[in-house]
């Protein structure tokens, strides 16, 4: 029985300390801000002559090529509003920083700077090294995206992880509206625009006059199609 005990005990301490650590908001919703999380595992040299990253344990990675810079791509949905990026990194020469710079990619191999957090020339140590960056949209049609991590020179710091801190956005209003009944002064117009260029609803009546009737209840079963078509609920048949 002690044994059982002991293990439960060991189970619980080794399970809380990152959850007590910081609270990790859903990822979804548009009030709170998600995290992206880019392993150290999923980065490569950027450059031919640089040396691979080293393994130095099973989350983290270090070594590498003295002042070469790693890339990963990332992925977020269209329309994310990207706000910080985040280092959760050992800084361990206080001679050296670990930057991470988030870049856009588009056609021709074009590259913009969009941001970049770093540890500090003079600082050393294990931890979050989070800095708010000027919040960009995501454009998933006209760009790609990734992020360019440097340990530093000389070698020495390693990181386990690059976090982008996000929040979902509801599309701008657009200039027309789709529903007669819900001009563009309406107070829920923009949210109402939303659902219907998603497909998540046609309106109460049929074209070339569709309404919205935002006014009349909703059943259970209009609810049932609205969350369907939002959450692209699937089962297996």
Known sequence: ????????????????????QRAIPPGWG????????????????????????TGMNFGERGGGSPGQTYVAHFHLPSGALVQMVEITGCDNNPASEITATVYAHGVGGSEINLGSAATGVSTTGCNFYTVSITPFTVDNYSF??????NLGAPAGNTFSNVRLWYKLQVSPAPVTATFADVP????????????ASS????GCTAPPNPNFCPDAPLTRGQMAVFLSRALGLHFAP
Do not use: D, K
Request: glycine letters at 4%.
């Open 144 to 149: 790609t995206y990734a992020v360019h991590i």
């Open 184 to 195: 563009t002064n309406h107070l829920f117009f923009q949210y109402i625009q939303a659902l």
């Open 1 to 20: 029985m002690r044994h059982l005990v002991g293990l439960l005990a060991i189970s619980l301490l080794s399970a809380t300390p990152l959850s007590a």
């Open 199 to 202: 497909g998540i609803t046609a």
């Open 30 to 53: 548009t009030l709170l801000a998600a995290n992206h999380v880019i392993g150290a595992w999923e980065f490569e040299p950027y450059l031919a002559t640089s040396t691979p990253l």
